[in-house]
Nanobody, 123 residues
Framework: QVKLVESGGGSVEAGGTRRLSCVAS????????MGWFRQTPGKEREGVAS???????RYTESVKGRFTISRDNSKNTLYLQMSSLQPEDTAVYYC?????????????????WGQGTQVTVSS
């Protein structure tokens, strides 16, 4: 059974840091592009960052220089290190997996998803 389980969410003050983790099971983690998305009420889920099987990364403009995505294939775990957090970063953060990074961003209906973890940044 394919499963993605996020953790690390919580409340943090503006300017603070937080690290999210996503543990994958049920498939060959190293063969998949992995990513983080986020969603706020009333808005569409948006891509935040992705990391390809070769380690190549992509970030949405608003988090460049503040967030770092990484993966540990030996632990089947994806990370998102978030720093300089701002209230506009408040959202439910979802881990996603797809065989192709391009489709991860553009055809999200086909992604594998975790259940999400809430991050709340207070000013």
């Amino acid at each position: 059974q394919v499963k993605l389980v996020e953790s690390g969410g919580g409340s943090v003050e503006a300017g603070g840091t937080r690290r999210l983790s996503c543990v994958a099971s049920g498939y060959v983690f190293g063969d998949y592009c992995m990513g983080w998305f986020r969603q706020t009420p009333g808005k569409e889920r948006e891509g935040v960052a992705s990391i390809a099987t070769n380690g190549g990364t992509r970030y949405t403009e608003s988090v460049k220089g503040r967030f770092t995505i990484s993966r540990d294939n030996s632990k089947n775990t994806l990370y998102l290190q978030m720093s300089s957090l701002q209230p506009e970063d408040t959202a439910v953060y979802y881990c996603a997996a797809r065989s192709n990074c391009g489709r991860l961003w553009s055809a999200t209906m086909g992604n594998l998803w975790g259940q999400g973890t809430q991050v709340t940044v207070s000013s």
